[in-house]
T-cell receptor, first 118, second 115 residues
Framework: DAGVIQSPRHEVTEMGQEVTLRCKPI?????LFWYRQTMMRGLELLIYFNNNVPIDDSGMPEDRFSAKMPNASFSTLKIQPSEPRDSAVYFC????????????????FGNGTRLTVT | AQSVSQHNHHVILSEAASLELGCNYSYGGTVNLFWYVQYPGQHLQLLLKYFSGDPLVKGIKGFEAEFIKSKFSFNLRKPSVQWSDTAEYFC?????????????FGTGTRLLVSP
C-alpha cells in the first residue's frame, strides 16, 4: 500500500495566486481529513469528509479556502486568493471504518505539502 | 468544545533518561485518546491509542501512556529514551460519542535527545 499521497510536496507562490493541493487517500478508507500545521497553532483540522461528503468544515479559516472530494480516491484543497499567512504545512489523512465506528480508527497521514506564500 | 493541552513545548534529554510528556484534555464524556509522533521530515504516525479497558496503554518502541480519568490526563512515558526518539509528539482526543472521527490535537512537544 502506497499510503496517503499528497502533491505537490512543496509549493511556493505569490500572494494573490490560486493554490491547489491534492490528496489521494488509501484505497478503501472512508474518511478523509485536511489539517494545517503551523508553529503558532500546531495541527488544526480544516475539514473532513466521510464517503466523499463534507461532514464538518468549521475549521476552514475563511471563504478563500475550499475543499472538494469528487470521488473516493481524490480530494483537493484550494486557496484563492492566497496570502502570506496561509504559509504552513498542509496534511491530508485518511482512516478506515464505517460512519458508525470511524471514531476509533487511527489516522494515516500523508507527507504533507509545504506551502510558502510570498 | 474539546481541547488538548500539552504544557511542555520543548524537552531536551540525554540518552537513557526517562521521559514523561504531559497531556490534558477538556471533555467530560467518553473519549478516545491518541499519541502521534512526527519524526524529522516525516509524516505523523500513530504511537498508541486508548479506547477503553486497561488505562495503561502500551505502544510501539517502548512507549506507554496512562489514562487518568479523574485528572483528564493521558501522559506519555518511556523509561529510557534513545537518540532516535528525537521527534515531535502530539496528543489527540476524540469524543467517543460523536459517531465520526474528529481528532483535536495538542500543539505538540518537540523532544530532542542528545547522544
Amino acid at each position: 500500500d502506497a499510503g496517503v499521497i499528497q502533491s505537490p510536496r512543496h509549493e511556493v507562490t505569490e500572494m494573490g495566486q490560486e493554490v491547489t493541493l491534492r490528496c489521494k487517500p488509501i484505497s478503501g478508507h472512508n474518511s478523509l481529513f485536511w489539517y494545517r500545521q503551523t508553529m503558532m497553532r500546531g495541527l488544526e483540522l480544516l475539514i473532513y469528509f466521510n464517503n466523499n461528503v463534507p461532514i464538518d468544515d468549521s475549521g476552514m479559516p475563511e471563504d478563500r479556502f475550499s475543499a472538494k472530494m469528487p470521488n473516493a480516491s481524490f480530494s483537493t484543497l484550494k486557496i484563492q486568493p492566497s496570502e502570506p499567512r496561509d504559509s504552513a504545512v498542509y496534511f491530508c489523512a485518511s482512516s478506515p471504518g464505517s460512519q458508525a465506528n470511524s471514531y476509533n480508527s487511527p489516522l494515516h497521514f500523508g507527507n504533507g505539502t509545504r506551502l510558502t506564500v510570498t | 468544545a474539546q481541547s488538548v493541552s500539552q504544557h511542555n513545548h520543548h524537552v531536551i534529554l540525554s540518552e537513557a533518561a526517562s521521559l514523561e510528556l504531559g497531556c490534558n484534555y477538556s471533555y467530560g464524556g467518553t473519549v478516545n485518546l491518541f499519541w502521534y509522533v512526527q519524526y524529522p521530515g516525516q509524516h505523523l504516525q500513530l504511537l498508541l491509542k486508548y479506547f477503553s479497558g486497561d488505562p495503561l496503554v502500551k505502544g510501539i518502541k517502548g512507549f506507554e501512556a496512562e489514562f487518568i480519568k479523574s485528572k483528564f490526563s493521558f501522559n506519555l512515558r518511556k523509561p529510557s529514551v534513545q537518540w532516535s526518539d528525537t521527534a515531535e509528539y502530539f496528543c489527540a482526543v476524540n469524543a467517543g460519542n460523536t459517531g465520526f472521527q474528529k481528532l483535536v490535537f495538542g500543539t505538540g512537544t518537540r523532544l530532542l535527545v542528545s547522544p
